[in-house]
């Protein structure tokens, strides 16, 4: 009998169903119109999950070639907020850091200017959002053709509350545009 390697000998494994470690999709929001922010609220009904992601495929109104998207929690408008960044956009790399931020960096997104009906494509983690011992963390790894950059960013909201409202906005004040997809996943304690 032939010895099974590899992904096949997984294949063939019985199939055993998922504890922790897997992934719910929560919510998904498709915006039919333009939009200044989207809005996750109520997230209290979540806190059965150790960390949270959005998933996201976007693109701003704004006369520009992109656009910021920023984030932030539980309507907290302080300076509570740092970021990092690293971009790259084939011919040159950017780095950037700050802290007493009003919000959290997530991502740099097509706009109105860049290929049209280009999005860009941005997965965000939202680590331990809502234990109590700890600041929320994020981190956003996201690409975009349009404009040729892809980038990894990661922040910290500087305040201990369990994260009840999830609010993504546009830093220049543009809007996302209809079809801009936003999904809210749960991933449980293993």
């Known amino acids: 009998m032939p010895l099974i390697m590899g992904i096949l000998a997984q294949a063939a494994a019985a199939p055993t169903p998922p504890a922790g470690g897997t992934y719910d999709l929560l919510e998904t ?69 700050a802290t007493s931020q ?22 965000t983690d939202l680590l331990d959002p809502f234990e109590s011992t700890k600041n929320t963390t994020i981190r956003t790894l996201y690409g975009a053709t349009s404009y040729q950059e892809i980038g990894l960013s990661s922040g910290a909201w500087f305040d201990t509350s369990a994260v009840t409202e999830i609010d993504l906005i546009l830093q220049s004040g543009g809007s996302f545009v209809s079809g801009s997809r936003f999904s809210l996943y749960g991933l449980r304690s293993a």
Do not use: K, P
């Open 102 to 123: 009003t919000s959290a960096f997530v991502s740099t997104i097509a706009a109105a200017s860049s290929t049209a009906n280009s999005f860009t494509a941005q997965v």
């Open 29 to 97: 929001e498709i915006l039919t119109g333009s939009q200044a922010s989207v809005t996750f609220s109520s997230l209290g009904s979540y806190s059965a999950y150790q960390h949270l992601q959005i998933r996201a495929m976007v693109r701003s109104n704004r006369a520009a070639t992109n656009e910021n998207v920023r984030i932030q929690f539980n309507n907290d408008t302080g300076s509570n907020y740092s970021r990092h960044q690293l971009r790259g956009t084939g011919s040159s790399v950017i780095s950037e850091a």
